[in-house]
Nanobody
Framework: QVQLVESGGGLVQAGGSLRLSCVASRSIFSGNSMGWYRQAPGKQRELVATVTSGDKTYYTDSVKGRFTISRDSARNTVYLQMNNLKPDDTAVYYC??????????WGQGTQVTVSS
């Protein structure tokens, strides 16, 4: 069954903004940290940001100050607000549960393309 559904990607010019959403099944979302990952063409998938069930956050250095991760427990949804986007942010973005990726697998992701 579908457990992680990402949306919100698109084509944007450098300096623009996008807000990604990921709806997870309740059994996945409840009580777990959630993370956003991305995979650029020809590169390995990398962790972008995480948020714990207590709203503590982590960001990889390249997105600090530009991206904000948040979660809405009532909607089983995790968001990634991306501001001041750069061409290097171009990638397919995925959400998942850190530590449970092997069990859950990956969703279809959402494409983010930033033009210069």
């Amino acid at each position: 069954q579908v457990q992680l559904v990402e949306s919100g990607g698109g084509l944007v010019q450098a300096g623009g903004s996008l807000r990604l959403s990921c709806v997870a099944s309740r059994s996945i979302f409840s009580g777990n940290s959630m993370g956003w990952y991305r995979q650029a063409p020809g590169k390995q998938r990398e962790l972008v940001a995480t948020v714990t069930s207590g709203d503590k956050t982590y960001y990889t250095d390249s997105v600090k100050g530009r991206f904000t991760i948040s979660r809405d427990s009532a909607r089983n949804t995790v968001y990634l607000q991306m501001n001041n986007l750069k061409p290097d942010d171009t990638a397919v973005y995925y959400c998942n549960v850190p530590g449970a990726i092997a069990r859950l697998g990956w969703g279809q992701g959402t494409q983010v393309t930033v033009s210069s």
